[in-house]
C-alpha cells in the first residue's frame, strides 16, 4: 500500500497509487562546485598568512565571508529538493513544494491532453528524467515533475489514468494512434480528410441540383 502523505487530503473515493520526488543526486554539481571555492578560500588565506599579506584573523574572517554565500546556496538548493513531492492518484496529479511555505498544484487526469518525458545524457545513464503535462486549452506546461526516478513508471501510469495513451509517448485525447503515428502526422491527416470529406459533399450537391 502506498503511504500517505500529510501534505494533502484525499477525495471521497479518490486512490492513491504513486509516489515521486525528485533524486537528491540533482545538488551534487553545487556541492561539489562549493567545495572546491572552499578549497581555494582555504588556501588562499593560507597563502596570504604566510606571505604576512593579512593577518590570521583577518585571512579566516575574509574567507568565511566569502565562503557563505556558496554554502548557503548549496543549503537552500538541497532543501527546495527535499521539500518537493509528487503524488498520482486515480483522479489527479500532484506537487507538493516549498521551504518555508507549501505549494500544493493539481491536475485532474481527466484534463490532461499532452504528457512528454525529457532526460539528460546522465538521466538516461541513472535513469531520471522529467515528466511534463499539459492540459486541454493551454499552450504551455501546466505540472512539470522534475528529476524524477524511473520516470517512465510514472508517466505510463499517468497515461493509463488519465485513459488516453497514444504510441509516441504522449497523450491526447480526441487524435486516436492505434496505427503507431505521431500526433502531428495524426493531425494533418484529419484535417485533409476533413477538407476532401467538404468537398466530396459539395460535388454531391452540385451534381444533384443539376
Same mark, same amino acid.
Given at each position: 500500500?502506498?503511504?500517505?502523505?500529510?501534505?494533502?487530503?484525499?477525495?471521497?473515493?479518490? #486512490?492513491?497509487?504513486?509516489?515521486?520526488?525528485?533524486?537528491?543526486?540533482?545538488?551534487?554539481?553545487?556541492?561539489?562546485? *562549493?567545495?572546491?571555492?572552499?578549497?581555494?578560500? @582555504?588556501?588562499?588565506?593560507?597563502?596570504?598568512?604566510?606571505?604576512?599579506?593579512?593577518?590570521?584573523?583577518?585571512?579566516?574572517?575574509?574567507?568565511?565571508?566569502?565562503?557563505?554565500? @556558496?554554502? @548557503?546556496?548549496?543549503?537552500?538548493?538541497?532543501?527546495? #529538493?527535499?521539500?518537493?513531492?509528487?503524488?498520482?492518484?486515480?483522479?489527479?496529479?500532484?506537487?507538493?513544494?516549498?521551504?518555508?511555505? #507549501?505549494?500544493?498544484?493539481?491536475?485532474?487526469?481527466?484534463?490532461?491532453?499532452?504528457?512528454?518525458?525529457?532526460?539528460?545524457?546522465?538521466?538516461? $545513464?541513472?535513469?531520471?528524467?522529467?515528466?511534463? $503535462?499539459?492540459?486541454?486549452?493551454?499552450?504551455?506546461?501546466?505540472?512539470?515533475?522534475?528529476?524524477?526516478?524511473?520516470?517512465?513508471?510514472?508517466?505510463?501510469?499517468?497515461?493509463?489514468?488519465?485513459?488516453?495513451?497514444?504510441?509516441?509517448?504522449?497523450?491526447?485525447?480526441? $487524435?486516436?494512434?492505434? @496505427?503507431?503515428?505521431?500526433? *502531428?502526422? *495524426?493531425?494533418?491527416?484529419?484535417?485533409?480528410? #476533413? *477538407?476532401?470529406?467538404?468537398?466530396?459533399?459539395?460535388?454531391?450537391?452540385?451534381?444533384?441540383?443539376?
Amino acid at each position: 500500500m502506498v503511504s500517505h502523505p500529510d501534505w494533502f487530503s484525499l477525495d471521497t473515493g479518490e #486512490t492513491m497509487v504513486r509516489q515521486g520526488a525528485p533524486r537528491v543526486r540533482r545538488v551534487l554539481p553545487a556541492v561539489v562546485a *562549493a567545495t572546491l571555492w572552499l578549497g581555494l578560500l @582555504a588556501v588562499g588565506a593560507v597563502v596570504a598568512v604566510r606571505t604576512l599579506v593579512v593577518s590570521t584573523p583577518v585571512a579566516v574572517g575574509a574567507a568565511v565571508l566569502l565562503a557563505l554565500p @556558496a554554502v @548557503a546556496g548549496t543549503a537552500w538548493r538541497y532543501l527546495r #529538493t527535499v521539500n518537493v513531492e509528487y503524488v498520482l492518484t486515480d483522479r489527479n496529479c500532484y506537487r507538493k513544494r516549498g521551504v518555508l511555505s #507549501t505549494s500544493v498544484t493539481r491536475v485532474g487526469l481527466g484534463d490532461v491532453e499532452r504528457t512528454a518525458l525529457h532526460k539528460n545524457v546522465w538521466g538516461s $545513464i541513472f535513469d531520471y528524467g522529467t515528466v511534463s $503535462i499539459s492540459t486541454a486549452g493551454t499552450d504551455g506546461v501546466d505540472l512539470r515533475l522534475t528529476d524524477l526516478d524511473g520516470p517512465e513508471a510514472f508517466r505510463d501510469e499517468l497515461q493509463q489514468r488519465a485513459g488516453h495513451e497514444t504510441g509516441d509517448g504522449s497523450t491526447g485525447g480526441s $487524435i486516436p494512434d492505434s @496505427a503507431g503515428l505521431d500526433a *502531428a502526422t *495524426a493531425e494533418t491527416l484529419l484535417t485533409e480528410f #476533413t *477538407a476532401l470529406h467538404a468537398a466530396a459533399d459539395r460535388l454531391d450537391r452540385e451534381v444533384s441540383d443539376g
